[in-house]
């Protein structure tokens, strides 16, 4: 093999100078140094186990975004540590007239259990009506009767019976009768709570579809700390957050963030004013806010990998409860500031209010007309099963 080697003349460091680019000091570096947030290793190595059981009986984890995007590295060798011959043949041929090793024997011996037919089985066998068996603390949890289940010694856990909950929705006769059992709970009387008995209800509401604000999408803002001004708290805290607005904003270098606007006083005298004469807003008013902290936002709804649907109550003096839908997730965590840069700045949001427009109306007719859909569905599948049986049950609202 022939290797050529190329005598690079060394630079002194001393003689060197950054490049000028556009008046500016152009640096060698092609991007910006980036820190990494992943997950410490793990412990020990990685093995390739089944897990025979549910991994969610215990308890519901939800994986965090963290640990979705870290992939554990598996240093393994191209043979999985398996050392194969393949060059005799006969080394994974096997004998069939080979004797096991007492021990294997033993090892591979089924459990057989033998039928109880002595006498003083047939008397614990026995069932008495006014006595509660005895239950023992311990392996043997049942000595004299005969189990379903069998005690796994070698792990140490003992296995529960697999419960066979009931599948519905199988097929179109079962979604009817689930949705008509629905009706048919909802006209009994609540008298006492499920499983305390004392407890008694003070006052029963009918729970409906917020009709009314379900046209105008709603989100759910999580901060990852209380985002009230620190020299102002109580009442007046409260009363400035409620006014509060969140948008998204750029800085010079192009990064996106979200800017988190407090109203200023002159702005909560206007919406007090607002409020007093039971208006909305004021016609060609100009509310001022400003900014008051930086956010980096992570968004989920309903098109997200993972989301969960989460509503949301209004209770209504005289009227019942209404339930709304949540359709956006926003986390906000707070935004570091950069080294030499000012995290303060003094930028101002002036909203006017106007009204809607003709693309806006349509996609708040479009959510409205969605939900009377799915409740026009369930009257049909109700009313089918109804004549299907020859009766007809009014269960449909208008």
């Known amino acids: 093999r022939l290797i050529t080697i190329q005598n690079i003349k060394q630079q002194d460091p001393s003689q060197y100078k950054p490049k000028l680019k556009g008046g500016k000091i152009f640096q060698n570096m092609v991007c910006r140094v980036k820190y990494c947030n992943s997950l410490p290793d793990i412990p020990f190595d990685p093995k390739f186990i089944t897990y025979p059981f549910d991994q969610h009986r215990f308890v519901q984890y939800k994986a965090t975004s963290l640990e979705k995007q870290h992939k554990h590295e598996l240093l393994t060798e191209p043979d999985l540590g398996v050392t194969?011959?393949?060059?005799?043949?006969?080394?994974?041929?096997?004998?069939?007239?080979?004797?096991?090793?007492?021990?294997?024997?033993?090892?591979?011996?089924?459990?057989?259990?033998?039928?109880?037919?002595?006498?003083?089985?047939?008397?614990?066998?026995?069932?008495?009506?006014?006595?509660?068996?005895?239950?023992?603390?311990?392996?043997?949890?049942?000595?004299?009767?005969?189990?379903?289940?069998?005690?796994?010694?070698?792990?140490?856990?003992?296995v529960k019976q697999q419960f066979t909950e009931e599948e519905i929705y199988k097929d179109r006769d079962s979604q009817i009768a689930a949705i008509e059992k629905t009706f048919e709970?909802?006209?009994?009387?609540?008298?006492?709570?499920?499983?305390?008995?004392?407890?008694?209800?003070?006052?029963?509401?009918?729970?409906?579809?917020?009709?009314?604000?379900?046209?105008?999408?709603?989100a759910q803002v999580i901060f990852d700390s209380d985002p009230a001004p620190k020299d102002m708290s109580g009442p007046a805290g409260v009363e400035m957050m409620s006014q509060a607005m969140i948008r998204g904003?750029?800085?010079?270098?192009?990064?996106?963030?979200?800017a988190y606007f407090l109203p200023n006083e002159e702005t909560l005298r206007k919406r007090k004013r607002d409020m007093e004469e039971e208006m909305d807003y004021m016609p060609d008013e100009l509310y001022d806010y400003k900014i008051a902290r930086e956010y980096n936002?992570?968004?989920?709804?309903?098109?997200?990998?993972?989301?969960?649907?989460?509503?949301?109550?209004?209770?209504?003096?005289?009227?019942?409860?209404?339930?709304?839908?949540?359709?956006?997730?926003?986390?906000?965590?707070?935004?570091?500031?950069?080294?030499?840069?000012?995290?303060?700045?003094?930028?101002?949001?002036?909203c006017k209010h106007r009204d809607m427009n003709e693309k806006e109306l349509e996609a708040q007719v479009s959510l409205l007309v969605a939900l009377r859909l799915v409740s026009e569905v369930v009257c049909l599948l109700t009313l089918a099963a109804s004549e299907s049986q020859g009766q007809f049950k009014g269960l449909c609202m208008a």
């Open 84 to 158: 194969i011959d393949l060059i005799n043949p006969d080394t994974y041929r096997i004998d069939p007239n080979i004797i096991l090793d007492p021990a294997d024997e033993k090892l591979l011996e089924e459990d057989i259990q033998a039928p109880s037919s002595s006498k003083r089985s047939q008397q614990h066998a026995k069932v008495v009506p006014w006595m509660r068996k005895t239950e023992y603390i311990s392996t043997e949890f049942n000595r004299y009767g005969v189990s379903n289940e069998k005690v796994e010694v070698k792990i140490g856990v003992s």
């Open 249 to 258: 904003m750029m800085d010079e270098e192009g990064n996106q963030f979200v």
């Open 185 to 218: 709970d909802a006209q009994k009387s609540i008298a006492q709570h499920y499983s305390k008995p004392r407890v008694t209800p003070v006052e029963i509401l009918p729970v409906f579809p917020d009709f009314k604000m379900w046209i105008n999408p709603c």
């Open 297 to 350: 936002w992570n968004v989920k709804n309903k098109a997200s990998k993972g989301y969960e649907e989460n509503y949301f109550f209004i209770f209504r003096d005289g009227d019942g409860v209404y339930y709304n839908e949540l359709e956006t997730r926003v986390r906000l965590s707070k935004r570091r500031a950069k080294a030499g840069a000012q995290s303060t700045t003094n930028a101002v949001l002036v």
